[in-house]
């Protein structure tokens, strides 16, 4: 791996108002589920006396925050997992239940920024979109050569919120059905910027297909499910989980997530008796969302659609 300074690449998001949140820290075992680049470990060590564990999937992420926090000595211990794991990392490493937990779902710098991991197309690179680069899980270029056109249009419609979605795919799988695979980031790119009609929207055409690709990739968004509950469950009494989002479905998730978790039902008023599960274990500490200030949007554009929300367990 080339020599990387992670502060020169890597800005970590609400990073203030994340440990605002969830101090006071002297003292306290935190679990940074996704360290990513070290970003928010690393405030979280400097500003107090916590022990801090970080997992990440990310094998190269990984390597890079141990010898940023390396300065810690053994107050940062790292595991490389999915934070779907967390309660396996935790009874192997026997440090007891965690005080605090947080998590920094956005896709790191380093991925956005890699030419050869397909998670952009702002380079031509083969189209993996795994978190985990050593994974065996199908890539994004091996969904787009064998899901039907329903299923390929139900996940960039569903991920990506993207209207265009039966139109995206049938294209795909024209092209795919031609003999010409769409393999590389470029291609899919190119594609979508041809089937989407022009609109007004700032982003780039190929975005919502993008992002609707790596979550499924990933399974992010159900494994984001399993996490919380996960984590509210092995905090200590007191405890805090604090989770930042970047797109509504992520946030939507954690909202709902942390009202069920709150007591409040969160099924539909016709049926007659919750089933939802909803049982008081959690007080919500950010009645709405914390987001970055201007000042922070201007330094760091990828944190604009951040939201941070949090919860206490009872």
């Known amino acids: 791996m080339p020599d990387i300074n992670v502060r020169d690449v890597h800005m970590p ?94 896709v790191s710098s380093l991925q956005l920024d890699s030419q050869t991991r397909g998670f952009s197309f702002r380079f031509d690179a083969p189209l993996d979109m795994r978190m985990d680069g050593e994974s065996t899980r199908p890539t994004a270029a091996d969904l787009l050569a064998t899901l039907d056109h329903e299923d390929l249009a139900n996940i960039i419609y569903r991920y990506g919120e993207e209207r265009h979605s039966r139109r995206i795919a049938k294209w795909i799988i024209e092209k795919r059905d031609a003999g010409d695979p769409i393999r590389t980031t470029t291609e899919l790119a190119e594609l979508v910027t041809r089937a989407v009609p022009k609109s007004s929207d700032r982003i780039h055409p190929a975005t919502r297909t993008f992002q609707a690709l790596r979550i499924a990739v990933n399974d992010e968004l159900a494994i984001l499910e399993g996490f919380i509950d996960d984590a509210v469950r092995l905090l200590n009494a007191n405890g805090i989980l604090a989770i930042i989002t970047f797109h509504s479905l992520e946030d939507r998730i954690v909202k709902h997530a942390f009202r069920r978790l709150s007591g409040k039902c969160e099924c539909p008023p016709r049926i007659p008796e919750c089933v939802c599960g909803a049982k008081k274990q959690v007080e919500i500490i950010t009645r709405r969302p914390i987001v970055p200030t201007a000042e922070e949007e201007r330094r760091n554009p990828r944190s604009r659609s951040a939201k941070l929300r949090a919860a206490r367990k009872l």
Request: aromatic share 4%; charged share 20%.
């Open 13 to 106: 998001v609400l990073a203030g108002e994340l440990v605002n949140v969830i101090e006071p820290l002297d003292s306290l075992l935190v679990v940074d589920a996704t360290v990513g680049l070290g970003g928010h470990s690393e405030l979280i060590l400097a500003s107090s006396t916590a022990a801090v564990i970080g997992l990440d999937q990310d094998a190269a992420a990984l390597e890079l925050a141990r010898g940023r926090l390396a300065v810690y000595g053994e107050r940062f211990l790292a595991a490389k997992a999915n934070f779907a794991d967390l309660g396996e990392v935790l009874a192997k490493m026997a440090r007891g239940s965690p005080d605090r937990i947080v998590a920094d779902l956005g």
